[in-house]
């Protein structure tokens, strides 16, 4: 049951930010950060997402950690899911002109909440394709052991292009993480749901 759950979160949560982000006035999905869906009158949404999403995907990976085929995926992915609920609890500053009147750039000085939710973020986009090597090593089957292993260098090299894009402030910042996310998320629903139908 407890995997269900984690793969209702993570489909949960891009489900979400690919509608909200594509509704909300003033937002563009392609500029702007996931993150900054928590933010203006319509934040909560987002701020719920992550807490609930990571939330699911923290419970159903402690499962792994019990019962799961291995121990090491159910800890990073834990680690993970508790990034993700930092991330709810602790917001961006506006910034990138979201929401209207934010600066139009990224400010060189931040508060301590948005020093906190980069810290979330790192460990969130540094876990994933760290999960997704530990499979490439120890999941069973060599389908999963190869696809896991292609993912994590796919997830690293994405998250450095993220980076780039972030200092550069690119104005397809957002869409390059939403490549990210949608890749890395899809491989852990996939994962949840294999390990839920696996006998035994």
Not at 132 to 155: E, K, N
Request: aromatic letters at 10%; charged letters at 10%; zero cysteines.
């Amino acid at each position: 049951m407890t995997l269900w759950m984690g793969a209702a979160g993570a489909a949960l949560f891009v489900l979400v930010f690919l509608v909200d982000g594509g509704s909300r006035p003033d937002y563009s999905p392609v500029r702007h950060p996931v993150s900054a869906l928590a933010l203006g009158r319509r934040g909560w949404v987002q701020t719920t997402n992550f807490i609930v999403s990571g939330t699911a995907i923290t419970v159903a990976s402690l499962g792994l950690v019990v019962a799961g085929p291995s121990v090491l995926i159910g800890v990073v992915l834990t680690v993970f899911g508790l990034g993700l609920v930092a991330s709810g609890v602790f917001r961006m500053d506006p910034m990138l002109g979201y929401p209207p009147g934010a600066p139009t750039g990224i400010p060189e000085q931040h508060s301590t909440a948005h020093r906190r939710h980069d810290l979330a973020g790192a460990v969130v986009f540094l876990s994933l394709p760290v999960a997704a090597a530990a499979g490439a090593f120890t999941l069973p089957g060599m389908a999963w052991r190869v696809v896991s292993g292609g993912l994590a260098l796919a997830l690293f090299i994405g998250f450095g292009w993220f980076g780039r894009a972030w200092e550069q402030t690119s104005p397809r910042l957002g869409l390059i993480q939403r490549a990210v996310i949608v890749t890395g998320w899809g491989w852990l629903v996939a994962l949840f749901v294999w390990l839920a139908l696996r006998p035994g």
